[in-house]
């Protein structure tokens, strides 16, 4: 199994930046789709950006589309969100998330994927 463990959350301002990590723990990440989804409260969680295994293709919500870029390091086993311009509606808490799929597509559908970390909470202050 593999077990997402995610870092990099806290409080920033408006406009500021985060960058955060999710680090495989037990099997790799080779193989897999990753993605960051996000719940706010009293919301239900949604998808925020996935890469592949082939080609690391990305993909994007609409809502950060220009302001957020996931990538990985296969080597080190680790995924990134770096977030800029950061908005207070982007505060959630943000999970990683891992699928046994070695396509070009991606999938938005929390049920689609295999793991999840436990979140790491993110807060933009206004």
């Known amino acids: 199994q593999v077990h997402p463990i995610e870092s990099g959350g806290g409080l920033v301002q408006t406009g500021g930046s985060l960058r955060l990590s999710c680090a495989a723990s037990?099997?790799?990440?080779?193989?897999?789709?990753m993605a960051w989804f996000r719940q706010a409260p009293g919301k239900e969680r949604e998808f925020v950006a996935a890469?592949?295994?082939?080609?690391?293709?990305?993909y994007y919500a609409d809502s950060v589309k220009g302001r957020f870029t996931i990538s990985r390091d296969n080597a080190k086993n680790t995924v990134y969100l770096q977030m800029s311009s950061l908005k207070p509606e982007d505060t959630a808490v943000y999970y990683c998330?891992?699928?046994?799929?070695?396509?070009?597509?991606?999938?938005?559908?929390?049920?689609?994927?295999?793991?999840w970390g436990q979140g790491t909470q993110v807060t933009v202050s206004s």
């Open positions: 890469v592949t295994w082939l080609l690391s293709n990305t």
């Open positions: 998330a891992a699928k046994y799929y070695s396509g070009t597509g991606y999938y938005t559908n929390i049920d689609e994927y295999d793991y």
């Open positions: 037990g099997r790799t990440f080779s193989g897999s789709l």
